[in-house]
């Protein structure tokens, strides 16, 4: 028998240095207009300067710039895994033995050349401990497509670490194709944390692809993790498509740290049990998120929201569906940004049921103010927002077209540089209250408004590019 002696598992110091930031990232409904917060900037405002300049294509939005790269596997020696001759077990059990013996063929394999590997039919349950904090999985090299036969599971034995990997990917151009992915989520043991008692156990994740380039994940389920389905952590050209990710406790797919990453004809749905609890997690923690591509994904049923983008530059959010679904509530609500990204959000369909704590608002920036650190616009077009609608405030540089915002309002305060242009506002008939005052909403914008309509009715909304604006109502404190 073979056993890999190079196995070094480097994945829970990685996985501490992710610092995610905790807590809520909410605001009370009653006060929304009055500047709550949760941006990390406490800059005074400056002098906002004009919109830089963009190429935009035939419907007017910024042309995407960047093509996510994806693997290139060299060499076509293929390998499916003879469980018997490694002595794996394939029912279930003894994860040890399974994780040792898997482990090794798969080393086995890769020093041999092959570059296609195939785990056949069979529930592998893998989990190795390494320290007090981290269950080591299997890990996968480069230059290698790992795929996994109908009926192939690989599952993560119950345990107590704060931090696991199911599947850890090394190195550059990897495919993972058609995994079924499950961690311990209903067994798992929360062990307090010595030094303050603290049991999130958050960092146990489906997929860790740390510090590579060209990675494509598809046609996978990864479900029932403590964490994540996947944890992106400074990483370049990675691609998830057509995969099924649910049933996890944080996140769907959180990014920390990622250039050019595509998300797309994803479903992502019922993310729920440990903050922040979204579809997709955008979050650098001081590390680069840049060129992100997110559309055609299916969200549903997700406790915390669908995509919140804390960190990320050149963020395209386009073509995506997003539903609370019955029997689910939001915490911050289906997309949410912060002041200093850069977004365009597009064609997307969005459907409330009961809102958040932030009411029902379908898109929401939050913001301390200050300099955005570029002069980029954020885009929101043609979005069908049911029964829900948008908020931004303490900024400034946004192009707003073409929504239809059904049952709810379109609100702006202390924002300069709006363009507000061809979007259509309806009240809600189960919400008979919210009327006056709350369509179309101001308090202290500059910018340009024109082909404005509440119902059927055109709006006119003077805005001023160098005079801010409130509405009367909103200073007579409706």
């Not at 034995?157 to 550059?172: A, D, H, M, P, Q």
């Amino acid at each position: 028998m073979y056993f890999s002696l190079k196995r070094i598992h480097r994945s829970y110091y990685r996985i501490n240095d992710v610092l995610i930031k905790r807590g809520a990232i909410m605001c009370a409904f009653l006060v929304i207009l009055l500047g709550c917060s949760s941006d990390n900037s406490d800059d005074p405002q400056e002098t906002v300067q004009p919109n830089d300049p963009e190429t935009l294509d035939i419907n007017g939005l910024p042309v995407r710039d960047f093509e996510v790269a994806l693997p290139t596997i060299t060499g076509s020696l293929s390998y499916t895994i003879d469980t018997e001759a490694w002595e794996i077990p394939t029912n279930g059990s003894e994860a040890i033995t399974t994780t040792q013996n898997l482990q090794a063929a798969i080393d086995w394999a890769h020093e041999e050349g092959y570059t296609q590997i195939t785990l056949p039919e069979g529930n592998y349950l893998v989990g190795e401990d390494v320290n007090d904090i981290y269950q080591g999985g299997i890990e996968i090299y480069e230059n290698t497509e790992f795929i996994f036969a109908e009926g192939a599971i690989l599952q993560i034995e119950t345990n107590n670490k704060w931090n696991y990997c199911v599947l850890e990917l090394t190195g550059s151009n990897i495919i993972i194709r058609n995994a079924e992915i499950i961690g311990d989520k209903d067994t798992h043991i929360f062990t307090p944390r010595e030094n303050d008692g603290a049991t999130s156990h958050d960092e146990g994740h489906g997929i860790c692809v740390f510090d590579n380039t060209n990675v494509l994940v598809t046609g996978s389920e990864l479900y029932n993790l403590t964490g994540d389905g996947s944890l992106v952590l400074e990483s370049e050209n990675i691609t998830f498509t057509e995969n099924n990710i649910h049933d996890n406790r944080r996140q769907g797919i959180s990014v920390v740290g990622g250039i050019g990453i595509s998300i797309t004809n994803n479903e992502i749905h019922h993310i729920n049990g440990t903050s922040p609890q979204f579809g997709i997690d955008i979050e650098g923690a001081g590390r680069v998120d840049e060129d992100i591509l997110i559309q055609f994904n299916s969200f549903h049923h997700n406790r915390g929201g669908d995509i919140v983008n804390a960190s990320g530059k050149n963020v395209y959010i386009l073509d995506n569906v997003m539903e609370q679904g019955e029997g689910s509530t939001y915490v911050d609500g289906p997309i949410v940004s912060w002041h200093k990204t850069h977004n365009i959000i597009a064609r997307n369909t969005i459907t409330m049921v009961n809102g958040s704590v932030n009411g029902r608002l379908g898109y929401i920036q939050y913001s301390r103010g200050g300099d955005k650190g570029h002069n980029r616009s954020t885009y929101v077009y043609d979005n069908v927002c049911n029964s829900c609608g948008m908020f931004m405030y303490k900024s400034y540089g946004a192009d707003v077209k073409g929504n239809q915002f059904l049952g709810y309002f379109a609100a702006f305060s202390e924002f300069d540089n709006l363009v507000l242009e061809d979007n259509l506002v309806t009240y809600s008939e189960e919400h008979p209250n919210l009327r006056f005052c709350w369509s179309y909403r101001f308090d202290d914008v500059t910018g340009v408004a024109s082909g404005n309509y509440l119902g059927e009715d055109l709006q006119e909304i003077p805005l001023s590019e160098t005079e801010p604006y409130t509405l009367q109502c909103v200073l007579d404190g409706f």
